[in-house]
């Protein structure tokens, strides 16, 4: 009889906080906990944005500051993940044009061919890009003396202008804690239905014994 009013007592305990009222909270901490990965989200997008513009506008000092301050901020927030990463078009741009400038300054009998060549790529690509090189290529195999020459262009390398960096999976930020919140209501909800179930089997196999 005893053991019978301890069940009871634990089952009216348990059923002062109401279930729905546990979900609502739940509810609430969820859509807290994606606001402020959104936010995590958008001040990566930010950061992203102001290194290629400090990147279009050439300013070497400027741009490292930026990547440093990208770095940063994705390496220490959750839900940042920056995807296929970011890359230095315009510095890879202007770099590889000052190859190819300093490559049109050799002497060759069919005249300037690297000028040659980028008259006749430039008008069909509207950016630079790698199809716009391998056009650039192109042209140059077309001249016989382009072979031997072609020794003195030499592009950067492209990875050395790609930048990716790993977000962590949790971060102790207020996005990383409203997911702590999230996921510790889902526990207390879980749980408190298992043991309401296993105390009424408890109650209600007592009864039948009786």
């Known amino acids: 009889m ?15 906080i109401k279930t729905w009222q546990l979900v609502l909270l739940f509810i609430l901490a969820v859509f807290i906990a994606a ?7 958008i001040g990566m ?13 050439g300013n070497s000092e400027a741009t490292i500051m930026r990547l440093y301050d990208l770095q940063r901020y994705v390496s220490a927030h959750m839900n940042t993940d920056m995807g296929k990463g970011v890359a230095l078009e315009d510095s890879y741009k202007r770099d590889s044009q000052a190859a190819i400038d300093a490559a049109s300054l050799e002497s060759n009998p069919n ?26 290529t192109g042209e140059l195999a077309k001249y016989p003396s382009a072979t031997s020459l072609d020794l003195s262009l030499k592009l950067p390398d492209p990875d050395t202008y790609f930048h990716s960096f790993n977000s962590p999976l949790w971060s102790p930020d207020f996005a990383g804690w409203s997911v702590v919140i999230c996921i510790a209501l889902l526990v207390v909800i879980v749980t408190r239905m298992i043991s309401l179930l296993i105390l009424r089997a408890m109650l209600h196999h007592h009864y039948k014994s009786v």
């Not at 997008?45 to 506008?57: G, K, L, M, P, Q």
């Not at 040659?116 to 690509?125: D, G, I, L, R």
């Open 111 to 136: 005249g300037n061919i690297y000028k040659k060549a980028q008259e006749v790529c430039a008008p069909q690509f509207s950016r630079y890009s790698y199809a716009y090189l391998q056009c650039t």
């Open 45 to 57: 997008v930010e950061r992203r944005a102001a290194f290629i513009s400090a990147d279009e506008s």
């Open 35 to 41: 606001t402020f990965l959104r936010l995590n989200n």
């Open 2 to 16: 005893s053991n019978n009013r301890d069940v009871k007592r634990s089952i009216r305990q348990l059923q002062r």
